[in-house]
């Protein structure tokens, strides 16, 4: 299957691909060793260039906040130990792509994943581990050796056997191609053209079939068109809000709640004029590593 590039080659909708059915189950990271020893990201460093300063109890009290907002949820929720000296784990949204049924046999399955940054390497395994332990099926890796970091950069479209890809500074084009290849997948890929939004997912909330909330600077305008073209009904969130705030690293988990990162009322607004059913939780904690509510789960 070729990638898609531009919105020539989308020669297709959406709605014509086979249906995939909603993701039931939903996996946090214990928060524990949470905290920014590093910078691999912008939001990482302060105005002075220095390295965030986490309060690492309203942080476990924001990460609770989450847990008690996905455990309402018709999910199954599941919650997976530490890694000591792994203070990103839980942002667990990157070590594995979820693959729907029938892709890896009749049940959802993970595709490790090649994390960029060596800090994260070993969070791959440690989420296999513990995936393998609930019974999950775990795909084989990809040959090649360009990174891959999960929903970071690879966003299932709304019930459907289509997935958008990030290519940036954490997931390469070749990674996507085998992809494509191995499972005859249509994949469409947005360059990622803004530091601030080094995954797809801080710029880009796909909400269900139709709508979306996105950063429209983010991409190039090859991305833009193809955005433009697949969802008709798409809210943009201020600059303010997406890139200081990651408004867009929101979570949607059934197409009608979303869990928005606070302060973002504009976006808020939009959501409401849209009719979903909106909670607001604080996460400025986990902004200081670069990240939010979307970060912070792997749905499958």
Not at 199 to 223: I, K, M, R, V
């Amino acid at each position: 299957m070729p990638l898609i590039r531009t919105a020539t080659e989308l020669d297709f909708s959406p709605t014509e691909l086979p249906r995939t059915p909603r993701p039931k189950r939903i996996l946090l990271a214990d928060p524990r060793d949470y905290d920014v020893h590093y910078a691999i990201n912008p939001h990482m460093v302060d105005e002075d260039g220095e390295l965030q300063v986490v309060d690492r109890e309203l942080a476990r009290e924001q990460w609770q906040a989450l847990h008690r907002a996905c455990s309402e949820l018709d999910v199954e929720l599941m919650v997976m130990p530490p890694l000591a000296q792994h203070p990103d784990l839980v942002f667990c949204a990157n070590p594995a792509l979820p693959l729907p049924p029938g892709l890896e046999g009749p049940e959802a399955a993970v595709l490790p994943s090649q994390m960029a940054s060596s800090e994260r390497a070993d969070e791959v395994h440690h989420m296999l581990q513990f995936l393998r332990s609930r019974g999950v099926t775990c795909a084989p890796a990809l040959e090649s050796a360009a990174p891959l970091e999960g929903t970071g950069d690879g966003l299932w479209h709304p019930g459907r056997r289509l997935l958008w890809a990030g290519v940036g500074p954490r997931s390469d084009e070749r990674a996507w191609a085998e992809l494509a290849e191995r499972y005859d997948l249509p994949i469409i890929l947005l360059n990622l053209a803004d530091p601030d939004f080094y995954h797809l997912d801080t710029c880009l909330a796909l909400l269900d079939e139709e709508h979306c909330l996105w950063f429209p600077e983010a991409f190039d305008a090859a991305g833009r068109g193809l955005v433009e073209l697949a969802f008709p009904k798409r809210l943009v969130a201020p600059e303010d809000e997406a890139r200081r705030r990651l408004a867009c690293n929101l979570l949607c988990p059934d197409g009608h709640t979303v869990l928005l990162p606070s302060n973002c009322p504009e976006s808020a607004r939009g959501l409401r004029s849209w009719n979903y059913a909106l909670r607001e939780l604080d996460t400025s904690e986990f902004l200081k590593g670069g990240g939010s509510l979307f970060c912070m789960k792997l749905q499958f």
